[in-house]
């Protein structure tokens, strides 16, 4: 399986207020057309910093991207316009996404025109789009504003806007943290739906391991700006390999994602670990550590063909 984008060890460091952040550690992944990739990993381990370098919307400060075979890492500008039209991100808040003055038929038209698309398509692109979110008859919808809609209903807009310039990935971040938890699922449903219509790539980036489930074949987990684990989504649930991921699993009693479940109950800070510090920056709430943990920082390591994870534990030095 040939990688439609490709990442390989990504970082991210911010200077704010006179101190930098270590957002992202060293992330490499890749994705597959048709692949639907999850990230997950609690508040602040770096999920978005990673998309939005993803996406190039961050320059990353170490690392390399590829994007179908082409190296993206370094490009600016008009160099990037192609990307942009192909790798298309669903915001979280779609309260704010769309411009509030725009009517739909605006908002969806815009893209289309920055990308170059003739404007005699541009009627036909919208009404499959519009009709591929289920807002039918699309002319019905054309010339309402945001303030018209409901939550739902205004990101199925963000998703057809996403989804007008044609992409071959999409990356959802939070992509329905903010709706009511009654109007989850249909979205979701929306988004796989269009996947396996359109032979799309995806990245979904979540807190929410119930989300992850529901719509990932395979997952990264994520713990202060590293990845600690890798695998399909069902195998690393059934059986974390490492601690973080157990305690991930243990915050989801149920695989439902029209729930509200409680916050997660561990919590690191990245001030607690500057990465030239060596051990396992997970030691500290980890119910299995060992003298080891401090002294050496695990590495992310194959613990079967297709799973791998970053921990000492059942590891033989
Ligand atoms: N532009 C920025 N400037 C400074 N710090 C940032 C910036 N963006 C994110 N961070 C910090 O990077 C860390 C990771 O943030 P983020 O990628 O948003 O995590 P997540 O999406 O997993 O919640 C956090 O500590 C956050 O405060
Ligand atoms: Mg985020």
């Given at each position: 399986?040939?990688?439609?984008?490709e990442?390989?060890?990504?970082?991210?460091?911010?200077?704010?207020?006179g101190?930098?952040?270590?957002?992202?550690?060293?992330?490499?992944?890749?994705v597959?057309?048709?692949?639907?990739?999850?990230i997950?990993?609690?508040?602040?381990?770096?999920?978005?910093?990673?998309a939005?370098?993803?996406?190039?919307?961050?320059?990353?400060?170490?690392g390399?991207?590829r994007f179908d075979?082409?190296?993206?890492?370094k490009?600016?500008?008009?160099?990037?316009?192609?990307?942009r039209?192909r790798?298309?991100?669903v915001?979280q808040n779609?309260?704010?996404?769309?411009?509030?003055?725009?009517t739909?038929?605006r908002?969806l038209t815009?893209?289309?025109?920055?990308?170059?698309?003739?404007?005699?398509?541009?009627?036909?692109r919208i009404?499959?789009?519009?009709?591929r979110?289920?807002?039918?008859?699309p002319?019905?919808?054309l010339?309402r504003?945001?303030?018209?809609?409901?939550g739902?209903?205004?990101q199925?807009?963000?998703?057809?806007?996403?989804l007008?310039p044609?992409?071959r990935?999409?990356v959802?971040?939070?992509?329905?943290s903010?709706?009511?938890?009654?109007?989850r699922?249909?979205i979701l449903?929306?988004?796989r739906?269009?996947?396996?219509a359109l032979?799309l790539?995806a990245?979904?980036?979540?807190?929410d391991l119930?989300?992850i489930?529901?719509?990932?074949e395979?997952?990264?987990?994520?713990?202060?700006g590293?990845?600690?684990?890798e695998?399909p989504t069902?195998?690393?649930?059934?059986?974390?390999a490492?601690?973080?991921?157990a305690?991930?699993?243990?915050a989801?009693p149920?695989?439902?994602?029209?729930q509200?479940?409680?916050?997660?109950p561990?919590?690191?800070?990245?001030?607690?670990?500057?990465?030239?510090a060596?051990?396992?920056?997970?030691?500290?709430r980890?119910?299995h550590a060992?003298?080891?943990?401090t002294a050496?920082t695990?590495?992310?390591?194959?613990?079967?063909?297709?799973?791998r994870?970053?921990?000492?534990?059942g590891?033989?030095?």
């Amino acid at each position: 399986m040939s990688a439609l984008l490709e990442a390989v060890g990504l970082r991210k460091t911010f200077r704010a207020r006179g101190r930098l952040v270590h957002a992202v550690e060293g992330v490499s992944l890749a994705v597959a057309a048709g692949e639907a990739l999850g990230i997950v990993g609690e508040s602040g381990c770096g999920k978005t910093t990673t998309a939005r370098m993803l996406l190039r919307l961050e320059e990353p400060t170490e690392g390399g991207i590829r994007f179908d075979g082409a190296d993206i890492t370094k490009l600016h500008g008009n160099a990037l316009r192609p990307f942009r039209a192909r790798a298309q991100l669903v915001f979280q808040n779609p309260f704010d996404a769309l411009n509030p003055r725009f009517t739909i038929r605006r908002s969806l038209t815009e893209p289309l025109r920055n990308f170059g698309v003739a404007a005699s398509e541009h009627r036909e692109r919208i009404d499959a789009v519009l009709r591929r979110v289920r807002l039918t008859p699309p002319e019905s919808w054309l010339d309402r504003r945001p303030h018209e809609l409901s939550g739902g209903q205004l990101q199925r807009v963000v998703l057809a806007r996403a989804l007008v310039p044609e992409p071959r990935l999409i990356v959802a971040d939070e992509p329905v943290s903010m709706l009511d938890v009654s109007v989850r699922a249909g979205i979701l449903n929306l988004l796989r739906e269009a996947r396996d219509a359109l032979g799309l790539a995806a990245i979904y980036i979540s807190h929410d391991l119930a989300l992850i489930r529901y719509v990932c074949e395979r997952t990264l987990v994520m713990y202060l700006g590293q990845v600690v684990e890798e695998g399909p989504t069902a195998a690393l649930i059934a059986e974390p390999a490492h601690p973080y991921t157990a305690v991930l699993v243990a915050a989801v009693p149920v695989a439902r994602v029209d729930q509200n479940r409680a916050a997660l109950p561990v919590r690191g800070s990245l001030s607690d670990a500057p990465p030239t510090a060596p051990g396992c920056t997970f030691r500290d709430r980890c119910p299995h550590a060992m003298p080891r943990c401090t002294a050496d920082t695990p590495a992310l390591r194959s613990i079967s063909g297709d799973r791998r994870v970053a921990c000492h534990l059942g590891d033989l030095p």
